[in-house]
Every structure is written in structure tokens, then in C-alpha cells.
């Protein structure tokens, strides 16, 4: 069985920063992209970031680019996501994802993980 466990999450002041991380465990998974998503209470989950396997290619939301970026350390079956200048709108859940097809954000998101809570306080 596969598990994607996020973590990183946490309370942080407008400006501030954090940096949340997804490990696989479990069963062995070749996934050509990672990603992250979030959702905010009353909204629908939404796309934040993407990367492909090589790491060559990245996906943005308009609202978190500049501000995020996404990594992975292939070796280490771990990808990140790091998240600067953060805004009392970034509160969300957010979600780590596996795909086994690479289309950015298109992609067909195959395993989830749970969700870490990030907080944006003003």
C-alpha cells in the first residue's frame, strides 16, 4: 500500500515561511510528476504546484508563483514544497499528490496524502 505523508505545516505570521515536505512510504511508486494542492474551508481543492520526475519542468498557480517553489530529492522519495511571503489567504489544507502521467497540472493526480494544516495569521 502506498502512503504520501505531509508535514511541515503549522502557524505562521503574514510574511512569514514554511517549508512542507511529502515522503512516500510503503509499496514502490514510479511517479513522473508531484505535486500540491490546497483547500481552504467552503472551497473547492485547488492546484498550487507541480514538478516533473526530471525536475526540468514546473507548474504554478498564478497566486502562489514567486512566492512557492517546488523541489524533490528523488533519492529520498520526498518532494517539497517550499512557501515564502505568505498571505492570510494561503490558509488552507494542503495536500501532497503522485501521478504516474506528467501534464503539469493536468495531471492525473493517482495517490494523496492526508493534508497538513497550514495557518496565516494577519
Known amino acids: 500500500q502506498v502512503q504520501l505523508v505531509e508535514s511541515g505545516g503549522g502557524l505562521v505570521q503574514t510574511g512569514g515561511s514554511l517549508r512542507l515536505s511529502c515522503a512516500v512510504s510503503?509499496?514502490?511508486?514510479?511517479?513522473?510528476?508531484m505535486g500540491w494542492f490546497r483547500q481552504a474551508p467552503g472551497t473547492e481543492r485547488e492546484f498550487v504546484a507541480a514538478i516533473d520526475y526530471s525536475g526540468r519542468f514546473t507548474s504554478y498557480a498564478d497566486s502562489v508563483r514567486g512566492r512557492f517553489t517546488i523541489n524533490k530529492d528523488n533519492a529520498k522519495n520526498t518532494w517539497y514544497l517550499q512557501t515564502n511571503s505568505l498571505k492570510p489567504e494561503d490558509t488552507a489544507v494542503y495536500y501532497c499528490a503522485a501521478a504516474r502521467s506528467y501534464r503539469g497540472r493536468y495531471s492525473q493526480w493517482d495517490y494523496w496524502g492526508q493534508g497538513t494544516q497550514v495557518t496565516v495569521s494577519s
Open positions: 510503503g509499496r514502490t511508486i514510479v511517479s513522473a510528476g
